[in-house]
Every structure is written in C-alpha cells, then in structure tokens.
C-alpha cells in the first residue's frame, strides 16, 4: 500500500506469549526508513486475554476429547 502512495496505520497484536514486540519494532522501522511518508502510525494492542481465552481457556478439555489442542495444528 505505501509502494502504492497509499497512507498506512500499522497495527501490532501483542499477545503476551510469542517473540513480543522487539521483531515488530525492528520491522517497523525498516518500513518507515523505507516508506517514511507512506507510514503514517502503529499502534501495540495487547491480545493477552483474547489468547489466553482461545488458546488456554480450555487446553484441559481439547486435550481430553481431541487428543490435540490449539497448538498441535
């Protein structure tokens, strides 16, 4: 979209349990050196609750009718 002239708001989901934001960050600035007119914000929103409901909230239960959970796909 920035290639395209198009303004772009960037958005980064922190979800409290992968690499975090150090790789986001260092992402982020490459693309702002790159596209320094084209990036226009970012935002860091904690996803830590929604994982954790999603992902977490009921590993017991997948595990015992599936056999596998979330993390096994």
């Known amino acids: ?6 303004r772009v708001h960037l958005l980064t989901c922190n ?3 992968s690499i975090g934001t150090d790789l986001s960050e260092y992402r ?3 693309l702002k050196s790159r ?3 084209g ?7 904690s996803t ?3 994982f954790r409901r999603v992902a977490l909230a ?5 595990f015992a009718l599936y056999s596998k959970s979330l993390f096994d796909y």
């Open 58 to 62: 009921e590993l017991e239960q997948d």
């Open 15 to 17: 979800n409290g349990v």
């Open 28 to 30: 982020f600035n490459e």
């Open 1 to 6: 979209m920035a290639q395209r002239g198009r």
């Open 48 to 50: 830590a609750g929604l």
């Open 35 to 37: 596209f320094s007119d």
């Open 39 to 45: 990036i226009v914000s970012r935002v860091i929103v």
